[in-house]
C-alpha cells in the first residue's frame, strides 16, 4: 500500500483530503507544519508527499529540499494557491514531481499522485532534463485545452456553464474579443448530454454570403455553378451534437431568415435539392456586440434574437479576473515550451509586476501571443522584461490602466474602483489591488474613504 504524507495547515482541507485517499486506499500520514513533517520524513520513507507551497513556519521549497535529501525517490507534489504559482513552478525545477492549483476537485489529485508513483521517480525527471521540456508538461498538458481559474467572475462563469449545460437549451456568449467564448462553448458542449457527438464551430464573420446557404446547409452536385460534388453543411455535420455559431450578429439578413426556419422546424434543405433532412442539434452562438442594440436598430431579427437567446453567459474581460492571471500565463507558457521545444521555467519577478499593471485589452488571445512570443524569444529558463512587448514590459507609465499602481494620482480612483467591483468587500478590493488588507485599511483612512 502506497504510503502518501500531506503537509497541509488548513486542518479541515488536510483531513477531506487525507480521508478520500484513504478510501482510495492509500496509507495517509498528515502534518500541519514543517517542523511537524521533518521528523515524520526522517523515520520512514513516503512514496508521495504533497505538501503546501506557504506553511506556517516555512515553505514547501525548504521543505522539497529536506524531503528530498533524506530520500531522493520521494516524489513530492506541490500545492499551490493562484499567487504563488510561480513558486510551484520553480519548485519543479529543484526536484518536486508536479504542482496543482487550489482549488481542485479530487480526481484531478488522485490522478497526478498516480502518475507520480508509475514514473519511476528520478528517473523520469533525468528522461525530462535530457529531451529538454518541463516536468509539468507531462501532467498539464492531458485532459482539459484550458484553465478554469479561480476569481470570482470565473466561479461565476463557472457555475453559469454547469447549470446550462445539461439543458436543451440554446446559448447566447457574449464577451469581448479574446476572452475565450469559443472555449467556454466547448465546456458547455462537454458537460451536455451531446459530449460523444460532434462539435462544430463556425466563424460567421469568415463566411462570404455568396455561399453562406450552402455552408450551413450543404448542396447537390451541379446545383450552381462550382458545385462538382455533394457538400454536408455544419447543420448537417453537428447533427446530434452543437453548433457553435461565433460572431452571430456577422450573418446577412437572409440567412437569419433561414437560421432561424433550420431552428424551430428542425429540419433543413441543402442548396439545389427537394429533400428536407432532420436535424437535432443543440445551437450556441457568441458575439462581442450588442445584439439587442442590433434588434433595435433593424440590423438582426428580433424573433431570432429570442430564439438564441434563451440563456446568456457574460465571459468576463481578463482585467476583471486578475487572480487568474499567472495561472492563465503557467498554462500558455507549458503549451508553448512544448510547440515550440523550449525548456523555459517561469516568469521573473519584474515581469510578473508588469503584467498586473497591463490592462490586457486582447484578454487571453493577447496573453497567449506574448508567452508564446516570449518564449521564443528567451535565452535563459526564465522570460524576463527585455523579450516582452514595450507596451507590456512597461505598461506601469501609464498609472490608469490597472490595480496595484500605488504612489500614483490615481490612487484613490483605483481603490474605490475595485471596493466597487467587489461590492464593498474589503478582502476581495485588497486582492484586486496586489496589496494585504491592513495596507487597505490604511488608504481608506488616508482617503477618508467610508463604506
Request: charged fraction near 25%; proline fraction near 3%.
Amino acid at each position: 500500500m502506497p504510503k502518501i504524507l500531506i503537509v497541509e495547515d488548513d486542518v479541515a482541507f488536510c483531513t477531506m483530503l487525507k480521508t478520500f485517499l484513504k478510501k482510495k486506499e492509500y496509507d495517509v500520514a498528515t502534518a500541519f507544519s514543517g517542523n511537524e513533517a521533518i521528523p515524520k520524513i526522517k523515520k520512514e520513507i513516503f512514496d508521495v508527499v504533497l505538501a503546501d507551497v506557504r506553511l506556517p513556519d516555512s515553505d514547501g521549497i525548504t521543505l522539497l529540499d529536506e524531503i528530498l535529501k533524506h530520500n531522493s525517490s520521494t516524489q513530492v507534489i506541490i500545492m499551490t494557491g493562484y499567487a504563488e504559482i510561480n513558486m510551484a513552478v520553480n519548485a519543479i525545477k529543484q526536484g518536486a514531481f508536479d504542482y496543482v492549483s487550489k482549488p481542485f476537485n479530487p480526481d484531478t489529485i488522485l490522478h497526478t499522485i498516480e502518475k507520480a508513483l508509475h514514473g519511476n521517480g528520478v528517473n523520469l525527471r533525468v528522461k525530462e532534463k535530457e529531451t529538454n521540456t518541463t516536468i509539468s508538461k507531462t501532467s498539464k498538458t492531458t485532459g482539459s485545452s484550458f484553465v478554469r481559474g479561480v476569481s470570482d467572475a470565473s466561479k461565476k462563469l463557472n457555475e453559469y456553464v454547469a447549470l446550462v449545460a445539461p439543458t436543451r437549451m440554446s446559448v447566447l456568449v457574449i464577451g469581448d474579443s479574446g476572452t475565450g467564448k469559443e472555449y467556454v462553448a466547448s465546456s458547455i458542449h462537454k458537460a451536455s448530454k451531446r459530449a460523444e457527438k460532434p462539435f462544430v464551430a463556425v466563424d460567421c464573420g469568415a463566411i462570404p454570403k455568396e455561399i453562406a446557404s450552402s455552408e450551413f446547409f450543404g448542396h447537390i452536385k451541379g446545383s450552381f455553378t462550382g458545385a462538382v460534388n455533394d457538400k454536408v453543411g455544419h447543420f448537417e455535420a453537428a447533427n446530434g451534437g452543437t453548433l457553435f455559431l461565433d460572431e452571430i450578429g456577422n450573418l446577412s439578413y437572409e440567412l437569419q431568415v433561414q437560421l432561424l426556419r433550420a431552428l424551430q422546424e428542425r429540419k433543413i434543405k441543402p442548396v439545389g435539392s427537394n429533400k428536407e433532412i432532420e436535424v437535432d442539434i443543440r445551437v450556441i452562438v457568441a458575439t462581442n456586440e450588442d445584439l439587442s442594440h442590433a434588434v433595435k436598430e433593424g440590423e438582426f431579427r428580433e424573433d431570432l434574437y429570442h430564439r438564441l437567446n434563451e440563456f446568456s453567459i457574460k465571459v468576463p474581460p481578463l482585467r476583471d479576473r486578475i487572480e487568474d492571471l499567472m495561472l492563465f500565463a503557467n498554462h500558455f507558457l507549458e503549451e508553448s515550451n512544448i510547440e515550440l521545444e523550449k525548456h523555459v521555467v517561469g516568469f521573473a519577478d519584474e515581469v510578473l509586476e508588469a503584467f498586473k499593471k497591463y490592462n490586457w485589452p486582447g484578454n487571453l488571445r493577447e496573453l497567449k501571443n506574448m508567452v508564446k512570443r516570449s518564449v521564443l524569444l528567451s535565452q535563459s529558463d526564465m522570460i524576463t522584461l527585455d523579450v516582452l512587448p514595450n507596451d507590456i514590459a512597461y505598461a506601469s507609465h501609464n498609472a490608469k490602466q490597472t490595480y496595484g499602481l500605488f504612489k500614483n494620482q490615481n490612487e484613490q480612483e483605483l481603490i474605490l474602483d475595485a471596493l466597487e467591483k467587489a461590492n464593498g468587500n474589503k478582502a476581495k478590493a485588497a486582492r484586486m489591488l496586489s496589496i494585504d488588507r491592513k495596507t487597505l485599511y490604511n488608504k481608506l483612512k488616508q482617503y477618508d474613504i467610508s463604506l
